[in-house]
Structures are given as C-alpha cells and as structure tokens.
C-alpha cells in the first residue's frame, strides 16, 4: 500500500465515530479549503438523490465531481466572454436572418462551431452601417468564446491609439505580443476613420503577428476597393487586405439597413 493510501486509511478509521454534525463541518471546511465552492452548494441535495437513487460510494463521488468540473467550466466561460471586452451582448441565436437575406444561416452556423478559429483562419464582414456586421462580430466572438478559445474585442481606432500610445512609451513589443496572444481578435469598425501612416504600419504589424497562427475577424462597412481611403498607402493597403482575406472567409452583409428598416416598420412609414 502507497505512503497516501495508508494516510487515507488512517484517516477514514479516525473518523468513524464522527457525528452527522462534525462530519457536516468537516466537509464544508475541506470544500473551502480545496475550493470547490459547487460540491459544497449541493451536498446536501446530492446526500438525498443518492438515498434515493441508491447510488454506490463511488456512484455518489462522481455525481460530486462532475458537479464540481460542470459549474467550473461555466464560470470559465463567463470570464472568458466578460473577458473578451465585448461593448454589448449579443448572441447568433438572436440574428434575424429573414431581414437579410444576403447572408446565408448555413454559414454563420458553420464558423460557430469555431474550427476557423482553431485553424487561424481570417473572417471578413463587409456591409452598410446596420446591416449586422458588429452582431455577427460580436456573436461569432461569444461562440468563440464559449468554445474555449480565447477573445478580445476592440474597435479600430482604440486598437490603433493604444498601439500609437505603446510606441511612443517604448512598450510596442509588448502590447504587440499581448493582443498576438489571443486566440481572435475582433476588430469593430474598420474603416470608419482615415488612419494615418503610422497608425496604418503599427495595425500591420498586430496583423503580421497573427498571420496563419491566430484568427482575426474585422467588420467594415467599406468594401474592400473603398479601403484605399482608410490606408492611404496603396501598397500598406494591398498587404493589409492580403492578411485579412488569406484563407479567410468573406461575408458581404449588403446595404439594406435592418435598423432603419425596423424603425420605419415602427413609425408605420413604408
């Protein structure tokens, strides 16, 4: 018998004559000292099943335990989706696809099961201001996220501010390599403003760091051919677009505005 079973042992011989109270205190303190704040919620709830599903000692600890690795990856995934910085919630469960028929649900459904970002695959989504964009993005981020990759959301000109800002504080390598760390990285409104050649190269260099090893997903709502007034430099821009497009997946979500549309259904206006 190992050094640890013997302890075991001894232990289980000491405490037979323990009282149902003492044995209560015990448990508690050892689920708080072990952290296993799930086990010590349900005990007394799993004590009953197991009375009266007549569930075996080893029955009952693996009704336990996985009670404990369930309630577990929950709260990881919660820190995972709050930790992505996403500005709202927004779920793929939730997206009318009868209101743009331009983007196909067999798609969609297909990135969320996550393999593109397994594979470090880029996702384009390409459309007018109200067309979807930013809930697929975030959606697609949640999915993401909930699959056990890890996300980060950002806007453009944040993304690029705070890359400026690095630059200027000698911390460029740094942050380059934190946002290279994550398993996709959401870049929301891409396009909206002209950014200068600075801030266009240090982007480059975050999309340079990701390529072929970590997904990135942008939503624009410039089409590509229109980028040249975002990235002033015609060859930074090519570049750009290469990085983004490679073995990527591009969705056009057109130019009919859900929101507009749905506020003029509101107000009755056709």
Not at 119 to 127: A, E, Q, T
Not at 167 to 194: F, H, N, P, S
Not at 203 to 232: D, M
Not at 243 to 261: A, C, H, K, P, V
Request: some cysteine; charged content about 25%.
């Amino acid at each position: 018998m190992s050094p640890s079973a013997t302890s075991i042992t001894t232990t289980l011989r000491r405490q037979r004559g323990m009282t149902e109270e003492a044995a209560q205190a015990a448990v508690d303190q050892a689920c708080r000292r072990l952290r296993l704040p799930t086990i010590r919620a349900v005990m007394d709830e799993a004590i009953r099943v197991a009375h009266h599903e007549q569930l075996s000692y080893q029955g009952f600890l693996a009704e336990l335990l996985l009670a404990e690795c369930d309630d577990r990856d929950r709260r990881s995934t919660i820190r995972r989706v709050n930790g992505a910085g996403f500005p709202r919630q927004k779920w793929l469960g939730d997206f009318d696809f009868d209101a743009n028929p331009n983007i196909n649900p067999a798609t969609i459904h297909t990135l969320a099961t996550g393999d593109w970002v397994r594979r470090g695959d880029p996702l384009c989504l390409i459309g007018d201001s109200g067309t979807g964009k930013s809930h697929l993005l975030i959606g697609l981020g949640t999915a993401a996220a909930e699959k056990g990759y890890r996300v980060k959301y950002t806007l453009a000109t944040k993304l690029v501010n705070e890359l400026v800002e690095a630059a200027d504080e000698k911390q460029l390598a740094r942050t380059i390599a934190r946002y290279g760390r994550v398993d996709l990285l959401c870049i929301d409104e891409l396009g909206y403003m002209e950014l200068d050649r600075r801030g266009a190269e240090l982007l480059f260099q975050v999309l340079t760091e990701r390529e072929e090893k970590n997904s990135v997903a942008i939503a624009s709502n410039q089409s590509f051919s229109g980028w040249t007034e975002t990235f002033t430099d015609p060859r930074l821009c090519a570049a750009i677009i290469d990085r983004l497009t490679f073995n990527g997946t591009i969705i056009e979500t057109g130019t009919d505005s859900y929101r507009l549309n749905h506020a003029r259904t509101q107000r009755g206006v056709g």
